[in-house]
């Protein structure tokens, strides 16, 4: 049998399948991969009326990782709480695979940093890594209604709080490799108000000590918030509970100005498989028409070596691939005002072939 990486491919909906057949085109470049295409989101529900089925469950946990285009689209908007939705397919594979950490970074391409909302001298040099719990807190805590008073309950156990907390050192660490710059860690919470807030304190100052080689330092939400796009390019790694890190990734996503490019990973417990798919959604107005930037997915399964395959070397060398393109200066139509030229999925494809 071959002992190339069995990848499961959720190409999902919309202009899933045209980023995703790109992104494949990349990884062969590299090596041998071996792929496994599956259903997920709304033609998952087109075959088999489920977003996601335990067949395709169970092929993404016993793969050694797996990449994400996107899901959804219109033809599956509804209201009726009962009807399949294709976000369901996200959710039960995030909780199925045991996807507790979700790892996004933002690393501006030089050429693209003036797409970004922030002066040039502000945004230059940003290179951080929001890592967000993802299995815990408000948004899976006790919630109701009781007459003209609602509640939702944040709640986080220290064994959740120190998976995550390695999680970030960790990537620290793998981030800074080989480039002889000290790794950091900054830890945001609500110490200052929150209960849960003192203990997710506690806990990370208790696992930094394993990481001496990693600074750590604290900063309240609020703060954070602020210094995220005052002082961006002082961050290195960014660990955060659920919901804090949902707006902070929001928010450090828009620093680039461009959804485009933006990749992410979600990992689970060591050895585990991971998801790999870039943040953007289906993008359903451009499906089919071959205009779709792929780089976001391309940076996805660089992602996906680094982070789920352990191929730094190659992440690496898609990462470069990327800027190369970028600086001498090829755009998708999202990268550039309406009316400017730009080129399409296959051409910006082609190029980062050559570069790698
Ligand atoms: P979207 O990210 O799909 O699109 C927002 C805008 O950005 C659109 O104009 C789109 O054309 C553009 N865009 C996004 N990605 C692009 C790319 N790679 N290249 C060029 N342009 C790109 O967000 P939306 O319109 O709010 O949602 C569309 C569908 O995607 C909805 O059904 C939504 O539920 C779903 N969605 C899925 C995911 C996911 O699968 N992880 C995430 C967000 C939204």
């Known amino acids: 049998m071959s002992d190339a990486p069995r990848i499961v491919v959720l190409a999902g909906d919309g202009i899933g399948p045209e980023i995703v057949d790109a992104t494949t085109k990349i990884l062969d470049s590299l090596g041998e991969f071996t792929y496994e295409p599956q259903l997920l989101g709304g033609c998952s529900i087109d075959e088999h009326g489920t977003a996601l089925t335990d067949e395709v469950l169970e092929a993404c946990k016993s ?60 945004i230059a040099g940003t290179d951080l890594l929001v890592v967000r719990e993802l299995t815990g807190g408000i ?88 210094q995220l796009v005052s002082r961006p390019a002082d961050f290195d790694v960014i660990v955060a509970e659920n919901l804090f890190g949902d707006i902070l990734s929001d928010e450090a996503a ?54 789920g395959l352990e191929r730094p070397d190659e992440a690496a060398r898609i990462e470069a691939a990327v800027d190369a393109v970028l600086a001498r200066g090829l755009r998708t139509a999202d990268l550039v005002p309406s009316g400017t030229s730009s080129v399409g999925t296959a051409e910006i494809t082609s190029a980062v072939l050559d570069e790698l």
């Open 254 to 307: 828009m620093l680039t100005g461009s959804l485009g490019m933006l990749p992410s990973a979600s990992l689970g417990a060591d050895g585990d498989p991971g998801l790999f798919e870039p943040v953007h959604g289906s993008a359903p107005d451009i499906a089919g028409q071959g205009v779709a930037n792929p780089l976001a997915t391309f940076l996805s399964a660089a992602l996906m070596l680094r982070h």
């Open 139 to 226: 948004y899976f805590g006790a919630s109701g209604r009781e007459g003209d008073r609602a509640y939702d309950t944040c709640e986080y156990t220290a064994a959740e709080i120190e998976r995550i907390a390695r999680t970030a050192f960790e990537a620290a660490r793998r981030r800074a490799e080989g480039s002889g710059r000290k790794p950091k860690v900054t830890s945001v919470d609500k110490a200052n108000v929150l209960e849960s807030s003192r203990l997710w304190r506690e806990v990370v100052i208790r696992v930094a000590p394993d990481y001496d080689d990693v600074t750590l330092d604290h900063l309240l939400v609020d703060n954070a918030a602020m």
């Open 63 to 122: 793969a050694d990782a797996v990449l994400l285009g996107a899901v959804g689209g219109p033809k599956w908007d509804t209201t009726n709480p009962d009807d399949p939705r294709p976000e369901q397919g996200l959710l039960g594979l995030r909780k199925g695979m045991g996807l507790y950490a979700n790892l996004r970074p933002v690393r501006p391409s030089p050429a693209l940093v003036d797409a970004s909302p922030l002066r040039q001298d502000v």
